[in-house]
């Protein structure tokens, strides 16, 4: 199995940038599709972005479509959330996981993501 750590969270004004980090250990890193999700306080855990194991297929939700750009770099074991034109409404701890395409659903267990917040 694959355990994941997340970093890179921070507070930044509207309009701004961060870009995430999730660094990886364990076996077969380029073997999983992976993904980044978020969860605001009082919401559920959503879909943000997604990363095929190849690299070559990019999934993002329309909320974050133009505005995030996932990637990765298998010979670092970590996959990167670059966000800009940061909103209010993208504060949220961002969690990433291995993830099923087909349902965007997460195959990992969760953990302690990192804070994202986005002030006016």
């Known amino acids: 199995q694959v355990q994941l750590v997340e970093s890179g969270g921070g507070l930044v004004q509207a309009g701004g940038s961060l870009r995430l980090s999730c660094a990886a250990s364990?076996?077969?890193?380029?073997?999983?599709?992976l993904g980044w999700f978020r969860q605001a306080p009082g919401k559920e855990r959503t879909f943000v972005a997604a990363i095929g194991w190849s690299g070559g297929s990019e999934y993002y939700a329309d909320s974050v479509k133009s505005r995030f750009t996932i990637s990765r770099d298998n010979a670092k074991n970590t996959v990167y959330l670059q966000m800009n034109s940061l909103k209010p409404e993208d504060t949220a701890v961002y969690y990433c996981?291995?993830?099923?395409?087909?349902?965007?659903?997460?195959?990992?267990?969760w953990g302690q993501g990192t804070q994202v917040t986005v002030s006016s």
């Open positions: 364990g076996r077969s890193f380029s073997s999983y599709a």
């Open positions: 996981a291995t993830v099923y395409i087909a349902t965007m659903k997460n195959l990992s267990s």
